[in-house]
């Protein structure tokens, strides 16, 4: 809703247009992008420019989620895509439920947590009862790790077997990281990732044991 929102999606689009080909680009909505009290207009907007705000994809036998998390922040001003989104979302895991996936791996930009599964609710994660309804319905179906952003800092924790990852800022930090990206790795077996550094990725590139996981993948 700002004056300068047109240009700055188009700067985006313009440096995207510059990515790889072969590398397929997935979008997740967040606070900046619908608002923290996101209304119909907003989201419509949001997918007119990025596409659907909530969406499941395959990849390899591995199963993956992505959810508009500002649903679950505050979605007063449109409860009924909040329930749409949830009705969506129990059918998609039921799904998940029954195929034999190697893994659920779940996008979403407001973290569960960043630390513990108790902590106190803040801006940075979601409220108590929202968090334990998706950190139960995840654990039970087998999701495997929840991929987030939104705190502009790494963090992370788990729940009875649910890895929560909290990657920070490829541009604005608000911690001590410095500006980066996470790489990860999906094997048959295991996920692993690491936090890099744009200056680590321009020097010294994905290290040894990443690459190795890669070419066996490949």
Not at 51 to 69: A, I, Q
Request: charged fraction near 25%; hydrophobic fraction near 35%; aromatic fraction near 10%.
């Amino acid at each position: 809703g700002t004056q300068w929102r047109q240009d700055q999606e188009q700067d985006l689009k313009n440096v995207l247009k510059n990515t790889d080909q072969d590398i397929p680009l997935v979008f997740v909505s967040g606070n900046h992008d619908v608002g923290n009290t996101p209304t119909r207009q907003t989201i419509d907007n949001y997918c007119k420019n990025w596409g659907d705000d909530y969406f499941s994809f395959w990849v390899g036998g591995v199963f993956f989620l992505v959810l508009n998390s500002q649903l679950y922040f505050d979605s007063s001003k449109c409860p009924d895509l909040k329930q749409a989104q949830d009705v969506w979302l129990n059918e998609q895991l039921a799904v998940a439920e029954k195929q034999k996936c190697k893994h659920i791996i779940v996008f979403q930009h407001i973290p569960l947590f960043l630390r513990n599964p108790d902590e106190d609710h803040d801006y940075f994660n979601l409220e108590k009862s929202v968090r334990q309804e998706l950190m139960e319905k995840f654990q039970k179906a087998g999701v495997k790790a929840v991929f987030s952003g939104h705190y502009h800092r790494n963090a992370g924790g788990s729940y009875r077997g649910l890895e929560m990852v909290v990657s920070s800022a490829i541009g604005c930090q608000l911690g001590e990281d410095a500006h980066g990206l996470r790489v990860v790795v999906v094997t048959d077996e295991k996920i692993v990732h690491r936090y890099y550094s744009l200056n680590d990725l321009g020097s010294q590139g994905i290290e040894k044991e990443l690459l190795e996981m890669l070419a066996k993948q490949s």
